[in-house]
């Protein structure tokens, strides 16, 4: 175990201790609040207009800065909303609801994490994020090997966020569903600026946040820290957590920028209620799995990362990036089984990444080209113990696990003509998986694995008018196993399993998507045949331990649109729908033919309104409303999740007085009190599918922004 020393301020507990990185992430954020308290302003260089920092990006999703109308994706940009400040601040779904073709569940059960879901990708994923590749400020959030955990991402903190629906495997690789971006509260324009939030609500929730920042020449700083606890609505569901955040920025010439950014997060303490049976839901909701309980199922995880990225603009028209991060986590969970039911690995996470952007002609048409190489490196030191009734007992599995993986890639978008741009793209991806068994009791596991192949896009754009384009696209993929995934081995053994095989996708897609007297609108439609999907399920003497498996082939056909208005007299709104039509085409388990199965975890329909209000006086309202079809819960269709519709409504007052602003705010979650299950677990043994959500409940808070100088 670890053991540090605390201190405690109203925003966050920080903690400092030796380990590895740890000790560069606090005195980087003491030295940015003692640089703004005593450096003067630096003087500005006559070469700013030319500024990389200045100029703020449009779409970074793609690699290089774009304007939405020029990509042939399906692709939202979500900007940082003032009511998006009165949120809980749990989880990330608070920021980027009402987004078609993406779909949260899990926002209560803080050890199994988030569960995101785009074009159905993600949500067989019994923990983390799978099938998405994400990004925050640039850097990785998503390991070599696929996974992503969300722990080190505040929604707080979160300034935009980009949303790529569909493919992008041909940029980032290893991803079936599409891609995240996050870019996360920059610098404030004033010399220091400090944000104090206090959250409250029903069942122990609070949540304390410190935001400070500002600008002094070619230097920007934000610094932020907060603390989030809950004793939960179910029972054994309490958890808490800490999470701070430097980011550093410096103008270093006319045409260069560093960035830096240090992150930690710490969980002492996070339980895991579990999965009820559908007559254990009807009669007490609240309750959680008594395994869960016998074994005291939850996790405890520290986390320190960071990383540097480095812009330069050598001449007009090019650009070259490199970015270097690195990660250390360390884990425990106690799962609710005895069999090696309490697991600890050690992780270090290393990468870099390299690209360079060219904008010229091509046949007198404009044209740019890209080409880069991503690096990385995981290294997972994993132990196993026996879980006696949430003690840990006996050894049970001891190994090394590394993953390297390499990936080189091309992008070019030209103009052909004045009205059409054509986007061609591609990947290779090399991932080389070794194990080192140090536990030889039952023999020697030890062993390796390489997994590489490519990823292709190709693209047009068609502008209709200024205002309005028509798109087209079409990509094949590649998604490799996680190690989770390759060393879960149904045999009960260490090493890899050796009968699963990364699956493959070819995906096809139509959209038009405009903005006209205000009114911004978009629809897409796809096609995605994907060969030997990755999907999980559990055995009954490990419930709660997911093992993995290839179904043969399968289909998705959907469709996504959106219309948001522009506003009037304060007053505007949106609405999104999503309709998926997914079924396996060929699927055989346990000799029963699955052909024509409707995938689970993923309505067929799905609805979500939004309405906001704001009045000059600073009173403002929020009502959103989301409606979930029924889906199934397992591959055998024999048992379904019902429909639900979900609201909450937000509503308060601000105030602004030259270089102060306050504000306080209250809200309704699950306005029409539905009876519903907030996650859901796919294929779970024992018949273990449900995780209830809260009834109605509220929350408040108020959040203060003070100009210091």
């Not at 879980?387 to 049970?396: E, H, S, T, V």
């Not at 199934?632 to 909450?648: E, F, H, I, K, S």
Request: aromatic share 12%; with cysteine.
């Amino acid at each position: 175990m670890l053991h540090c020393a605390m201190f405690y301020t109203p925003a966050a507990y920080f903690c400092f201790t030796p380990c590895r990185i740890r000790w560069m992430i606090h005195p980087a954020m003491i030295l940015a609040g003692f640089i703004a308290g005593i450096t003067p302003t630096w003087p500005q260089k006559t070469e700013t207009p030319q500024s990389i920092l200045l100029n703020p990006v449009t779409i970074t999703a793609t690699r290089s800065e774009r304007a939405p109308e020029q990509i042939p994706n399906s692709i939202t940009q979500i900007k940082r909303d003032t009511q998006q400040g009165y949120q809980p601040g749990a989880t990330l779904d608070e920021f980027a609801r009402g987004t078609p073709g993406v779909f949260f569940q899990n926002q209560f059960n803080f050890t199994q994490d988030l569960k995101i879901s785009i074009r159905g990708f993600g949500a067989r994923s019994p923990f983390g994020v799978r099938g998405i590749q994400m990004r925050v400020d640039g850097i990785p959030a998503t390991l070599p090997d696929g996974q992503t955990q969300l722990d080190s991402i505040d929604p707080s903190l979160i300034e935009r966020m980009d949303i790529v629906r569909g493919p992008s495997a041909a940029l980032y690789g290893n991803a079936s569903g599409g891609l995240i971006d996050i870019t996360t509260r920059e610098a404030p324009n004033e010399k220091f600026v400090i944000m104090p939030r206090q959250v409250f609500g029903e069942y122990g929730y609070t949540k304390s946040e410190l935001f400070m920042g500002g600008r002094q020449g070619g230097f920007g700083y934000s610094l932020y820290g907060s603390h989030l606890q809950q004793h939960g609505w179910r029972d054994h569901s309490a958890m808490q957590n800490t999470f701070s955040q430097a980011k550093l920025n410096f103008q270093t010439s006319a045409n260069s920028d560093l960035m830096l950014v240090f992150r930690e997060f710490y969980s002492p303490l996070s339980k895991d209620p579990g999965g009820l049976t559908y007559a254990e839901m009807q009669a007490n909701p609240r309750q959680a799995s008594a395994r869960n309980v016998q074994y005291n199922a939850g996790e405890e995880i520290r986390q320190e990362e960071m990383g540097i990225r480095f812009r330069q603009r050598p001449a007009a028209g090019k650009e070259f990036t490199v970015t270097a991060h690195m990660l250390h986590r360390d884990f425990q969970s106690r799962q609710p089984f005895f069999d090696g039911g309490q697991v600890q690995f050690d992780r270090l996470v290393g990468g870099l990444m390299a690209q360079f952007v060219n904008d010229h002609q091509l046949l007198n048409r404009p044209n740019r080209f890209l080409i880069g190489a991503d690096y990385g490196i995981q290294n997972d030191d994993r132990q196993r113990f026996n879980n006696n009734f949430g003690k840990r007992d006996a050894l049970n599995l001891s190994q090394t696990e590394r993953v390297h993986s390499i990936g080189p890639f091309i992008r070019n978008e030209w103009n052909i003509v004045e009205k059409l741009d054509l986007v061609i793209g591609g990947r290779w991806d090399w991932l080389h998986y070794q194990v080192k068994d140090q536990f030889r009791n039952d023999g020697n596991e030890s062993g390796s694995r390489t997994v590489s192949q490519g990823s292709g896009s190709a693209g047009l754009v068609y502008h209709v008018s200024d205002r309005q384009q028509l798109y087209a696209h079409t990509a094949t993929v590649f998604e490799a196993p996680t190690t989770t995934e390759l060393l879960n081995n149904p045999a009960g053994r260490g090493g890899f399993n050796p009968n699963l095989n990364p699956q493959t996708s070819l995906s096809n897609e139509l959209g038009f998507r405009g903005n006209t007297a205000g009114f911004q609108y978009d629809t897409a439609v796809f096609f995605i045949k994907t060969w030997d999907e990755i999907t999980p399920f559990e055995l009954p003497s490990s419930p709660g331990r997911a093992f993995f498996r290839n179904a043969g082939q399968s289909r998705r056909v959907g469709v996504e649109t959106r219309l948001a208005t522009p506003e009037w007299k304060g007053l505007r709104g949106e609405v999104s729908y999503t309709f998926s039509d997914f079924e396996f085409e060929k699927y055989t388990v346990n000799n029963a033919d699955l052909k024509g199965n409707i995938f689970p975890g993923i309505p067929r329909h799905r609805w979500e309104g939004l309405l906001r209000y704001s009045h000059p006086l600073g009173f403002f309202g929020q009502l959103h409303v989301h409606r979930v079809g029924q889906f199934y819960v397992n591959d055998l269709n024999t048992a379904a999740n019902p429909a639900y519709t979900l609201g909450q409504l937000l509503a308060g007052w601000e105030l602004r007085r030259n270089n102060f602003e306050s504000s306080i705010f209250f809200g309704v979650n699950n306005l029409f009190d539905a009876d519903y299950n907030a996650n859901t677990r796919i294929n779970a043994a024992l018949g273990r599918y449900y995780e209830p959500g809260p009834p109605l409940n509220l929350f408040g808070g108020v959040r203060v922004r003070i100009v210091v100088f």
